[in-house]
């Protein structure tokens, strides 16, 4: 079979490398380089936040989540990268002031599902056990099976595996108009296929409704200075702070969720918000290095819950908005099971 993805970002990847198991052609079409230099993909900290998303998600993206845990290192093996995924779980903590805000957060999670009764409560001598670097904090809560994968390293290697494989080839530069059922538009052409997968995030507006984009902007900082070796995260009175570890002393820093399609740089409040609180979680990031500072705009439908259309000969996958990594490989499963693999 020959199949056509509209949008190669992280579904439009996740959705390839499934397909190529099967041994079929895959046509990608997407509007970036091959290097997905605009893709949202390439801006996610990657973590796979099972429990600390229920706060504001629905209940069903935990067991989206569970089900992406044990999906993504056999994709990883794929592209010869497992070192690119972490489960060794992650923290959350807050301020002395904020330990009440702490509290319900926990037990907002623990209303949800069942397996958030095995979230640790920790006091000041586990945190330094399990974290010697925020040994400062005095309470906190250690949320088991949670981890990341690396974003940046997936969406490269990625990359370099599917333009050399035999059974793709890839348009870049190429913005498709319209996908329909077989079919694919873009420019003054269209082509037909077998089966056609419409993967474009925000570039699927016209014949999506309700999408919209959210905004979200991330620090990648280094420095010799901190040693955490898990994702963090710190409740924040504005938002709750992320800090994700990455080789080489790097980590990835952001939280910020704005309602706007605006891909601008970084606003003067949001930086100085996110480096405060960054700051405040370990003063050695006062001496990091700010590597990158970056902005871009997740899918986000009305419910702010993923979407699968299935049809004859199309599968429309769209609104993962700021769960990407934590769910795309369980979508795409679900996806292709009800569609082209039915």
């Known amino acids: 079979m020959n199949i056509a993805i509209a949008g190669a970002g992280l579904v439009g990847r996740v959705l390839a490398l499934n397909l190529l198991k099967k041994g079929y052609n895959i046509t990608l079409y997407d509007s970036d380089t091959a290097y997905g230099e605009e893709a949202a993909g390439i801006t996610a900290a990657g973590m796979l936040a099972v429990f600390a998303e229920l706060e504001s998600a629905e209940s069903i993206i935990f067991d989206i989540g569970q089900r992406s845990i044990e999906l993504w290192p056999s994709l990883l093996e794929q592209l010869g990268i497992m070192e690119s995924f972490q489960q060794k779980g992650s923290i959350i903590t807050a301020h002395p002031q904020d330990a009440n805000e702490l509290e319900h ?58 333009l050399a494989h035999p059974h793709v080839t890839w348009h870049q530069n190429t913005t498709v108009d319209k996908v329909e059922e077989g079919m694919l538009y873009f420019g003054n052409q269209s ?90 979680v370990h003063s050695g990031f006062g001496e990091a290095r700010i590597v990158n500072m970056v902005t871009n705009c997740r899918p986000t439908l009305k419910d702010n819950l993923p979407k699968i259309e299935n049809s004859d000969k199309l599968t429309r996958i769209n609104g993962l908005y700021r769960h990407g990594y934590l769910m795309a490989p369980a979508i795409v499963e679900q996806a292709l099971n009800e569609g082209i693999f039915k």
């Open 191 to 280: 082509e037909r296929y077998d089966w056609v997968f419409d993967a474009r995030g925000l570039g699927a507006n016209v014949q999506m409704e309700n999408l919209r984009g959210v905004r979200g902007e991330v620090f990648w900082l280094e420095t010799s200075e901190v040693k955490i070796t898990r994702p963090t995260r710190m409740l924040h009175p504005r938002y709750k702070i992320y800090i994700v570890p990455r080789p080489n002393n790097r980590y990835i820093i952001g939280a910020t969720e704005i309602e706007s399609e605006d891909k601008s740089p970084m606003s003067v409040r949001s930086s100085l918000e996110l480096l405060s609180a960054v700051y405040s």
């Open 105 to 162: 957060f926990i037990e907002t999670l623990q209303s949800k599902v069942a397996e958030a009764s095995k979230i640790k409560r920790l006091n000041q001598a586990e945190i330094m056990e399990l974290e010697p670097d925020l040994a400062q904090h005095t309470k906190g809560f250690y949320l088991p099976h949670e981890g990341q994968v690396d974003a940046q390293v997936f969406m490269k290697t990625s990359s370099d595996y599917l």
